[in-house]
């Protein structure tokens, strides 16, 4: 959306007007984490969704901590590490799109924390892109995190659920520590 001053009018270069987004926040569980590559800590946190099952789905990842946060979000999570963290078959997974013939692994971590997220829309049933960090959510319960605190989009129709959901998502991923499985 494009804001300006009621009856104003448009003057070419110059910035007169305003573009405004809508920011969209939810509240996730922390269900698994990637190290970081330098210098230790959590490279990024893996974002899940309880759904009309009950059970946890992977809906992306939050990334771009800076050095202390990576370390801070790593002691947090430590005590859960090993865990069952995301459904059989409804975790993160896939080959890098980046790096063809990486596998992504992960550190499953018990869904016990929950996380406030930025994000900007949902394709499917996931985030289209990576999610923004915003806050600790001590006073939310894993189980409050659902699919139904998103709005819907235009239309007024919930994603539909993947034909069999995380076939294609986990096919090659590898967890990082045999516990987790």
Not at 27 to 54: H, M
Not at 122 to 129: D, K, N, T
Request: charged share 30%; with cysteine; aromatic share 8%.
């Amino acid at each position: 959306m494009v804001a300006k001053r009621a009856g104003q009018v448009y003057v070419p270069g110059e910035r007169v007007m305003v573009k405004v987004k809508h920011e969209r926040t939810a509240d996730c569980v922390i269900g698994g984490y990637r190290p970081a590559a330098k210098g230790g800590g959590v490279g990024s946190i893996l974002l899940g969704l309880y759904d009309a099952q009950g059970e946890l789905v992977y809906v992306g990842f939050a990334s771009a901590f800076s050095a202390p946060q990576r370390r801070e979000i790593l002691e947090r999570l430590r005590p859960f590490e090993g865990r069952a963290g995301f459904a059989e078959g409804k975790g993160p997974g896939g080959p890098s799109r980046w790096n063809r013939g990486h596998k992504l692994g992960f550190v499953s971590v018990a869904p016990r924390l929950v996380c406030e997220v930025k994000l900007d829309k949902l394709q499917g049933e996931r985030f289209r892109h990576a999610a923004q960090f915003q806050r600790w959510r001590p006073d939310k319960e894993p189980r409050e995190c659902t699919y139904e605190q998103l709005s819907l989009p235009r239309g007024g129709r919930r994603p539909m659920p993947l034909a069999t959901p995380g076939a294609e998502e986990t096919r090659g991923l590898e967890a990082i520590d045999e516990k987790a499985r």
